[in-house]
């Protein structure tokens, strides 16, 4: 109890065991790589010179950077409406919304990049429909292309985009646009004068974390894309599969990694979902030019006139006649959650199929995929081992990153920010780099090739999905109520366990459904830390769609569609048992 105590004094130790597994697994071996880069001792230039001396490496390089910044363009434009029309819709329909665009988020990516491969491909769902009505006599080439590639990876980041554009939105104060609307602004003039300036950090959040994040996408370009649309981590994880020259590995993975820290420098990232006080005008270009200033007066005062009766008309109109534009929201609206949901929906839907191959509609309904699934003991032997590791990164990370996230809230803001940075760093730069970071790491501590060694390169990342999901709900966490208790005689310990932990506890179990979520549908870090001794589901997934379409995957793909849908039952179950024990809680420590 005193070194309890003493802890309480000093919440900087709470935060030592996340840092402990991040250093040993993630940050000494970063250092490992970097040094293998320069060929220490020797110190030399020599790999990245060898990088950048070779056409095909710039080749990839850019390529990766032109994929990676058109599909961030793309979420941006398809993301930024969305956004806004869910945060602008009323209380309901914007809990339906967002849990709309949650559920594609939580299911996995391999499984979502599969359905993608039976729409796409020359028997799949599009060629198909095509074909049965006449418009082409041939399929045509959907699949194995940049714009399949596009189509996959937008689909994979939409999500990410929205959910940050969502949460800055909903904290922008609706009267300062409906202030500037009193004095005469236009409708478009004050959206963007006064409501974009404000929503900028989540569009810079929203964007820096999937150009990040697609720097390192290797699964859906090697599915989705042909010979010539591969990124620089198809190339990173090829060199460490065939050659086994450390020196270049480091090197083009610090290549991927300097790319990412410095856009991550420079343009910085607000994970806090807060936005400046008030938007920073910016000057025209008619303001700018001296010479129009006089021409721009005199036509401002030829239309005062004009723009007195409009708003004057406009300020006494019945609100409510906006069926257009409500019926132009709807449209876009059911367009982007119909590109979210409708490949999950036709992969369930083709899983049930009784032929021999996929296809849409099915000709028949047949429980023979599932049952082959189940049957089949590569397949079931396969999702008990990723079951099994995890529950155990699940448990391991959830009990670090809730000591480490309250430590963190208890932490002086100057030190919680670098700490923050640095338990983040995996989940924030390119997935390939982490992998090749890990396999150092536990090749340094023998366990290469083992399920102890996979749940460790796991738990980096599943830790910083604990500690911001718990750090979320501490933020909301009345102190006040710790406080009482202390002074009506209650231990730091006791006060801990009977106040605290139960009214942060939906944070605590919603960062374990993230972290096993998280494991579970691991398989770039998997794929190279598993020494191809260990077999999880993703590795299995993997292998038959490169390999062979095998139809069992469409029910596999099926099942982990269906699973974010019992994650979000869980949550609102926790969710809604927290709210009455909470407020009993609240009366016990003020009583």
Request: proline share 5%.
């Amino acid at each position: 109890m005193h070194t309890f105590q003493k802890i309480g004094r000093a919440p900087v130790t709470l935060v030592i065991p996340a840092l402990a597994v991040l250093l040993v697994v993630f940050g000494v071996p970063t250092v490992q790589l970097f040094l293998e880069s320069l060929n220490a001792p020797n110190f030399s230039l020599q790999n990245y010179s060898s990088f950048l001396g070779q056409y095909a490496n710039i080749r990839v390089l850019l390529q990766t950077l032109e994929i990676s910044a058109v599909a961030t363009i793309i979420c941006l434009l398809v993301g930024y409406p969305t956004a806004y029309l869910i945060s602008t819709a009323s209380k309901r329909a914007r809990m339906v919304l967002i849990v709309l665009v949650v559920i594609p988020y939580l299911t996995s990516g391999l499984a979502r990049t599969y359905s993608w491969v039976v729409i796409l491909g020359d028997n799949g769902l599009l060629n198909s429909v095509l074909i049965d009505m006449g418009l082409i006599s041939s399929p045509l080439p959907l699949i194995y292309n940049r714009a399949a590639v596009y189509v996959g990876m937008v689909h994979i980041m939409l999500p990410m985009m929205i959910l940050p554009l969502v949460s800055v939105m909903l904290g922008i104060n609706t009267s300062l646009i409906a202030a500037a609307k009193s004095m005469g602004a236009k409708p478009s003039t004050a959206f963007w004068r006064v409501y974009f300036p404000l929503s900028m950090p989540g569009v810079r959040s929203g964007t820096l974390l999937v150009f990040v994040i697609c720097l390192g996408f290797y699964i859906t370009p090697a599915a989705l894309g042909g010979l010539g649309d591969a990124m620089l981590s198809t190339f990173i994880a090829s060199q460490l599969a065939t050659g086994f020259n450390m020196g270049a590995v480091s090197a083009s993975s610090f290549v991927l990694l300097a790319i990412a820290v410095v856009m991550l420098s420079v343009f910085g990232l607000n994970l806090s979902g807060t936005q400046d006080s008030a938007p920073k005008v910016k000057k025209g270009w008619s303001e700018r030019l001296g010479l129009l200033r006089p021409v721009k007066r005199y036509l401002n005062e030829l239309s005062v006139g004009s723009r007195s009766k409009r708003w004057s008309k406009m300020l006494y109109q019945a609100q409510g006649d906006g069926g257009w534009s409500r019926l132009v929201a709807g449209l876009i609206l059911t367009l982007v959650i119909s590109f979210l949901l409708f490949p999950e929906i036709v992969v369930i839907i083709m899983s049930f199929s009784d032929d021999a191959t996929l296809q849409f509609p099915p000709s028949g309904f047949s429980l023979q995929w599932y049952a082959s699934f189940f049957s089949d003991e590569a397949w079931y032997g396969a999702a008990w081992t990723s079951v099994k590791i995890g529950l155990a990164v699940a448990a391991l990370s959830t009990a670090l990153g809730t000591l480490a996230a309250y430590g963190l809230s208890r932490i002086a803001p100057q030190i919680r920010g670098w700490i923050t940075m640095a338990i983040l760093a995996p989940i924030t730069i390119p997935v390939i780099v982490v992998g090749v970071a890990s396999y150092f790491g536990l090749v340094n501590l023998g366990i290469i090739g083992t399920e102890t060694g996979i749940v460790l390169a796991h738990t980096i990342g599943a830790i910083s999905y604990v500690v911001v999901i718990v750090s979320a709900t501490l933020a909301n966490f009345d102190t006040r109520l710790e406080q009482a208790a202390k002074s009506m005689g209650a231990r730091p310990f006791t006060a801990f366990i009977r106040i605290t932990l139960p009214l942060i506890r939906p944070g605590i179990i919603g960062g374990a459904l993230f972290a096993f979520i998280h494991s579970f549908d691991e398989v770039v870090i998997t794929s190279l830390v598993s020494g191809y001794s260990v077999r999880t589901l993703p590795l299995k997934m993997w292998e038959n769609i490169r390999n062979e379409i095998d139809p069992t995957v469409a029910a596999v793909a099926s099942l982990l569609t269906l699973l974010p849908i019992l994650w979000m039952i869980a949550l609102y179950v926790t969710w809604w048992r927290s709210r009455s024990s909470s407020q009993n809680i609240a009366i016990e420590a003020t009583a």
